[in-house]
């Protein structure tokens, strides 16, 4: 059996006081499994296999050595994908990860470190980091932007606001090539709060990419809560989705044998239809306003800026989603389903268009998994205030969102600097 060339450190062995259950944080139920099965259902659900290392309790190893068999059968023990690792953690979360890292297969040559407390993380987001890692050569985070003032504190008195623009929130999986990682481990002399800040003690350099709402870390009960009816809508989403194929094939083998056969030609198979993704793109364009109006683009407001014109907030970029996920589930385009003459809309932001727009989708069988969204344009300038319109946009359609901008050299009406024009690409998978 070969080996992959990534393996994900599964941590957990931390005990999760806060949570105030009885039993350590990764063994809390949540839905039909654990914090730890849906962690590891992720790292599985990887496009590229990676060898999984689960670090738990000493006490818990058979178990979950156990239970992990019994889970991962003969059909996803490829050649690619060896048996899952089991290994005792430590005291520290440091020294759980160094345990880990220490049964990873000599062959592999990039390491991801995941918090199983961050169960609900998807696995495009590890496939996104490893591919990261790949392609820079370097460690590599995933993490959001802070979108909240920030305030330093003393006694209970605001000492200043801290600039925002240069905070990120950071999540798990972190990815670091194997030889970096191990070297940083053998030069830690202190307790880090994660593996970037060991990393970039030992002078690796660290990267951010955008992160996902989804790899919240689950520390409060008020956090489980919010993991368990996560769960519990997908769960929803799903049963519907087999309820509704269950009654159409039953429809279809009520009609029996003696049925009057079809002049149709039968349907193509219908199974690729059910799992494959769906793609979609979208392009909207709007003038700049005569007036004073404020500049709304990606779901930002940006002072000082020209605005756009057009019956809602004329957010081009948030248009251009709207259309691409449209696309995706074949519901049509933003005209047909909003329409330009309900005064609903009129002024109504991106993110009116953008929730809607997901509940089609999702009433339509399918979830997001990703989009990204070009702008073109001599004005904004998008790069000092990227990270917090991908945050904020992913925010809003429960996926990734990934924001760029160039300019078209001078050429037509957006290098004439008349308009604004977004190009949006949108990733559904079906439930």
């Known amino acids: 059996m070969s080996t992959p060339s990534v ?9 999760g006081l806060r949570l105030g259950r009885p039993e350590p944080k990764a063994f809390v139920p949540l839905g039909d499994g654990t914090l730890l099965s849906h962690a590891v259902s992720a790292v599985l659900g990887m496009r590229e296999p990676a060898q999984l290392v689960v670090v738990v309790p000493a006490d818990r190893v058979e178990a979950t050595r156990s239970a992990l068999q019994r889970s991962t059968d003969a059909s996803t023990e490829t050649d690619a994908a060896p048996a899952p690792v089991v290994v005792a953690g430590g005291e520290l979360r440091q020294d759980s990860v160094a345990a880990g890292l220490a049964a990873v297969a000599p062959e592999v040559g990039v390491v991801l470190v995941h918090d199983a407390a961050r169960a609900l993380t998807p696995s495009l987001l590890f496939d996104e980091v490893a591919a990261a890692v790949h392609a820079r050569g370097h460690g590599v985070v995933p993490g959001l932007p802070v979108i909240d003032t920030v305030k330093r504190v003393a006694d209970g008195r605001v000492v200043e606001t801290v600039d925002r623009a240069e905070l990120a929130a950071v999540q798990t999986p972190q990815g670091f090539p194997r030889g970096a990682l191990e070297r940083a481990y053998r030069l830690a002399g202190g307790e880090f709060t994660d593996d970037a800040a060991l990393a970039a003690a030992a002078g690796v350099v660290v990267d951010v990419v955008p992160g996902d709402v989804r790899a919240f870390k ?15 809508e997908a769960d929803a989403r799903a049963e519907a989705s087999l309820e509704r194929h269950g009654s159409e094939g039953a429809a279809q083998s009520e009609a029996g044998p003696e049925s009057e056969p079809s002049i149709l030609p039968p349907e193509p198979i219908a199974e690729p239809r059910l799992v ?8 909207d364009v709007h003038a700049f306003a005569d007036d004073e109006t404020p500049l709304w683009l990606a779901g930002l407001e940006w002072p000082g800026e020209r605005g ?23 519901l049509g385009d933003v005209g047909r389903i909003f329409g330009t003459a309900d005064p609903a809309l009129g002024g109504a932001h991106g993110e009116v268009f953008l929730r809607e ?5 999702r009433e339509a069988g399918f979830e997001v998994g990703n989009v990204s969204v070009q702008i073109v344009g001599n004005r904004p300038k998008l790069a000092p205030r990227r990270e917090e319109a991908e945050a904020l946009l992913g925010r809003f359609v429960g996926a990734p969102v990934s924001v760029s901008a160039t300019t078209s050299d001078g050429l037509g009406f957006t290098g004439r600097g008349e308009g604004i024009a977004a190009i949006a690409t949108a990733v559904l998978l079906p439930v």
């Not at 494959?276 to 392009?283: H, S």
């Not at 727009?357 to 989708?361: E, I, K, Q, S």
């Open 218 to 232: 689950i520390t409060v009960p008020a956090d489980l809560r919010r993991a368990e009816q996560l769960v519990a």
């Open 308 to 330: 756009l014109a057009g019956h809602s907030d004329g957010d081009a970029a948030s248009h251009a989603i709207c259309d691409a996920l449209l696309a995706a589930a074949g």
């Open 357 to 361: 727009t997901v509940r089609l989708v």
């Open 7 to 15: 393996a994900v450190i599964l941590v957990a062995a931390g005990s």
């Open 276 to 283: 494959a993704p769906r793609v979609g793109t979208g392009v």
